[in-house]
């Protein structure tokens, strides 16, 4: 199954909605790339692109809400963190079992799950307390 990016999924801040776009299509990227039996350093240079792109994106938000001094910063970068020690460890676990169909699935139900609901949830409540901020009021 792929993944894309769609409207629904726009957090209202630009730079963070190309990024996650940037994102939905490293994943799909990958995704494919493993469904295709893709030699091990191709996988393997998408997941290490993925594991530094998600770093440099959660950074971008990590400072745009300590900026914005949003009240939910800490939660959000524990979500971060926690995302960000799964993929290492998926690296890892590519690095020496390659592109099973387990790796497949993991990457599918966890990493793009996960992207799917964070910026449903999380991402969408911090668009929602920037757009408010901007309110006149």
């Not at 490293?26 to 295709?36: K, N, S």
């Not at 959000?76 to 497949?104: C, D, M, N, P």
Request: contains cysteine; charged residues 25%.
């Amino acid at each position: 199954m792929a993944i894309q990016w769609t409207p629904d999924l726009a957090v209202g801040i630009e730079e963070v909605d190309l990024q996650h776009q940037q994102l939905f299509a490293a994943a799909d990227q990958l995704l494919e790339a493993m469904r295709q039996g893709k030699g091990r350093s191709e996988v393997a240079s998408l997941l290490r692109f993925l594991e530094r792109y998600v770093v440099e994106h959660f950074g971008c938000e990590e400072k745009t809400m300590a900026e914005a001094r949003y009240p939910a910063l800490e939660a959000h970068r524990a979500q971060h963190q926690g995302f960000t020690a799964e993929l290492a460890a998926l690296v890892q676990k590519h690095s020496t079992e390659g592109a099973t169909a387990a790796t497949v699935i993991h990457v599918n139900d966890r990493v793009c799950g996960w992207l799917r609901s964070h910026i449903a949830g999380s991402d969408k409540a911090l668009g929602a307390f920037l757009a408010d901020r901007r309110r006149p009021g």
